[in-house]
């Protein structure tokens, strides 16, 4: 028997599904509505052998994407799964996930149940499963291979990297030279030279030559992995070449 | 979040942000039509400086005993315009700009600026600077440009009153108040006045330019703020009338079919599966409407009808070769392609599918794979879709290999060519 995660603002569907993903385990199923619950939730049981989580929770400013990484980051042995409609709107969010985290497999919400339960017990059994074939056509033959976890570490080299970022995700409304620095106290200057330093990480990402508006959405999609780096990085710029050969 | 707030900018760090201009600050993006307007006004400007110094230059050749020193300025002061116009004049026609550092713009503009500054009290002394206010102009389009990018707001009458308060403007008087208690020839006086009134007039004209341009892009932004308030209220009702027309009336329809016997409640599964399948082409073509569809999303309409059909999907597009961005028309004709080769593997009773897509600069092709028994129909049988768009594509257009199984058909289209005739545009839309 399995302990399984569903986290899903869909409760209704959900419930349902958690009774079925019961009904044919047996299997014990807890459905959680909010991606805010998520943390309580795995701080408080033990860890989940597979978390299927939905992408879009657009009465919260966070998206599946924190889901499933808090739950990789709390319990990294807890098998991951999205299970959504895949439409265009969350296509950018479950690319970023299939890149960034170790997908298990893609469940498609308007798959035949049959194809649901089948995919949820290939994962269970062998750890992975084929993208609903249905959502293919939004990600990659297989998950990026420059994109990890680790490179966000990158694009927080010292404390004013950590100030800007810190800035651009608090900034309501799009972010300007002025605001940011009367935000952070830095010279504009100082971020002007910040943001030229963290260009080249950012086209690692996509994002050629990105402006502060580019950068901020980059902030407000990567927030969950970008956070534990402005927490905490060091306190002076090191000296001399900072990019290290990869 | 911290309590402590940091303090606003300083004057001086404004000021050297405005000596670095909109090159430094800008995002780099494509600009927007009140910064291209701006820019327009700056180009327009520097040209008109260009053209009043190069009129007076041969009068003031022969009036001067050294001609060689106001020509040597015109020239110097031509390149340092031109050099300072190329910037705008990128923006004006709406180039994507390289961005520059703050501090290598700042002294590189420092520099032209006072090789303009010098070079027009060399080449129009006395009364002819006053010829130059256009420079103003220039000047403040630029400095509005520069606000913009850092988005610090206008200040209108505070600016310039502060201008005038300015340590400039007291260098200025008290370089006034000396020529006039010294035994300065009275010529002299009156050229300095003449300069002083000049830069006066620029001063005034940059300001008023910025005031202008300000005003005129709050104005904008108003409208486009109006356009998208109505755009949102329309597409409220819109959704509400897709609702009711759509969803609302679907449904009341399954469900009186349901109530009146008409449809046998074992039924009712694949009833709401095909209006699933219904609701999604209408969302499809919503998404094909909004003018920016990828292959990825018009294709999944047709993956998800062979899944409610019970077909087995062997092999399917990733996203490698479905991100192609459609125009509409390129859209429609696409899903139809795909519906077309899609209802036909369907209806053939195919049990197994692979959806294949290829495409290069010009052509996109579409592959069905089925185990439906072969293609029964070659040539195509007439009046039929699959027959309607071989026609409308031309016969190079399609492809049909047996399999061990079934039947291997691809169809091809033309890509990213704009329609030719506003026929076509009719048709297609």
């Known amino acids: 028997m399995a302990r399984i995660l569903i986290v899903d603002d869909a409760v209704a569907l959900a419930e349902l599904f958690a009774n079925e993903l019961t009904r044919h385990g047996p299997h014990q199923v807890t459905v959680i509505d909010s991606v805010a619950d998520v943390a309580p939730s795995l701080a408080n049981s033990p860890p989940?052998?597979?978390?299927?989580?939905?992408?879009?929770?657009?009465?919260?400013?966070?998206?599946?994407?924190?889901a499933l990484a808090t739950v990789h980051l709390t319990h990294p042995r807890t098998l991951l799964a999205i299970i959504t409609q895949g439409d265009r709107w969350v296509a950018e969010p479950m690319r970023l996930a299939w890149d960034l985290l170790p997908i298990?497999?893609?469940?498609?919400?308007?798959?035949?149940?049959?194809?649901?339960?089948g995919a949820i017990a290939n994962v269970l059994s062998t750890g992975s499963a084929p993208p609903d074939p249905a959502l293919q056509p939004l990600l990659p033959r297989g998950p990026s291979g420059w994109r990890s976890i680790d490179?966000?570490?990158?694009?927080?080299?010292?404390?004013?990297?950590?100030?800007?970022?810190?800035?651009l995700l608090d900034l309501v409304g799009e972010a300007t030279y002025r605001e940011i620095a009367t935000e952070t106290g830095l010279k504009l200057n100082t971020i002007k030279n910040y943001r030229a330093q963290l260009l080249p990480e950012l086209a690692q990402h996509g994002l050629p030559d990105a402006s502060l508006r580019e950068m901020q959405d980059f902030a407000h999609r990567s927030r969950v992995f970008l956070e534990p780096h402005i927490s905490g990085p060091p306190d002076e710029p090191p000296t001399g070449r900072r990019r290290q050969a990869r | 979040m911290s309590t402590h707030r940091p303090p606003p900018l300083s004057?001086?760090?404004?000021?050297?942000?405005?000596l670095a201009g909109e090159g430094a600050w800008g995002t780099g993006e494509h600009p927007e039509a009140a910064a291209r307007l701006a820019a327009q006004v700056q180009v327009a400007g520097l040209i008109v400086v260009l053209s009043v110094m190069w009129t007076l230059v041969p009068e003031r050749l022969a009036s001067s005993a050294e001609p060689?020193?106001?020509?040597?300025?015109a020239v110097t002061t031509t390149a340092a315009l031109l050099g300072v116009l190329v910037r705008p004049l990128l923006l004006a026609l709406g180039r994507r700009r390289p961005l520059s550092r703050p501090t290598t713009a700042a002294l590189v503009r420092l520099v032209a600026s006072t090789t303009i500054y010098l070079g027009i009290v060399v080449v129009l002394p006395g009364w002819r600077a006053v010829a130059v206010w256009p420079l103003g102009v220039a000047g403040g389009a630029d400095a509005i440009l520069t606000r913009w990018a850092l988005g610090l707001p206008f200040e209108g009458p505070h600016w310039w009153s502060t201008l005038f308060r300015s340590p400039v403007m007291a260098g200025v008087a008290a370089g006034l108040a000396i020529v006039v208690v010294t035994d300065v020839p009275a010529q002299d006086t009156v050229a300095v006045l003449m300069l002083l009134m000049a830069l006066g007039l620029a001063l005034f004209a940059a300001w008023g330019t910025m005031w202008l341009l300000d005003a005129s892009r709050r104005r904008v932004d108003e409208r486009v703020e109006d356009a998208v308030r109505r755009a949102r209220h329309e597409e409220h009702r819109r959704r509400a009338h897709w609702l009711h027309d759509d969803v609302c009336a679907e449904?009341?329809?399954?469900?009186?079919?349901?109530?009146?016997?008409?449809?046998?409640?074992?039924?009712?599964?694949?009833?709401?599966?095909?209006l699933d399948h219904r609701l999604r082409v209408r969302q499809t073509d919503e998404l094909i409407?909004?003018?920016?569809?990828?292959?990825?999303?018009?294709?999944?309409?047709?993956?998800?009808?062979?899944?409610?059909?019970?077909?087995?999907?062997?092999?399917?597009?990733?996203?490698?070769?479905?991100?192609?961005?459609?125009?509409?028309h390129e859209a429609r004709l696409f899903t139809r392609l795909v519906g077309v080769l899609v209802s036909n593997a369907v209806n053939a009773g195919a049990s197994a599918v692979s959806l294949l897509l290829q495409h290069d600069d010009e052509v996109i092709g579409v592959t069905v794979i089925d185990d439906a028994g072969g293609f029964p129909d070659v040539p195509l049988p007439p009046?039929?879709?699959?027959?309607?768009?071989?026609?409308?594509?031309?016969?190079?257009?399609?492809?049909?290999?047996?399999?061990?199984?079934?039947?291997?058909?691809t169809l091809r289209m033309p890509y990213g060519h704009e329609l030719s005739t506003p026929r076509d545009r009719t048709q297609v839309n």
């Open chain 2, 11 to 18: 004057r001086s760090e404004v000021w050297v942000a405005h």
């Open chain 1, 48 to 66: 989940f052998d597979l978390a299927l989580v939905d992408l879009s929770f657009p009465a919260e400013t966070a998206s599946g994407v924190d």
């Open chain 2, 251 to 274: 449904l009341q329809l399954t469900s009186l079919r349901l109530r009146t016997g008409r449809l046998a409640p074992s039924h009712v599964a694949s009833e709401l599966a095909d």
């Open chain 1, 151 to 167: 490179e966000f570490s990158r694009l927080v080299h010292h404390r004013g990297h950590a100030k800007l970022w810190r800035a």
């Open chain 2, 68 to 73: 060689w020193i106001p020509i040597t300025a």
């Open chain 2, 289 to 328: 409407a909004s003018g920016d569809a990828r292959l990825a999303e018009l294709v999944q309409p047709a993956l998800r009808r062979l899944q409610a059909a019970g077909v087995r999907l062997l092999d399917v597009p990733s996203l490698d070769d479905a991100h192609l961005h459609l125009q509409p």
């Open chain 2, 383 to 409: 009046g039929r879709g699959l027959e309607r768009l071989v026609n409308e594509l031309g016969p190079g257009s399609i492809t049909i290999e047996p399999t061990a199984q079934g039947s291997k058909v």
């Open chain 1, 104 to 117: 298990a497999t893609v469940v498609s919400k308007s798959a035949p149940l049959d194809a649901q339960l």
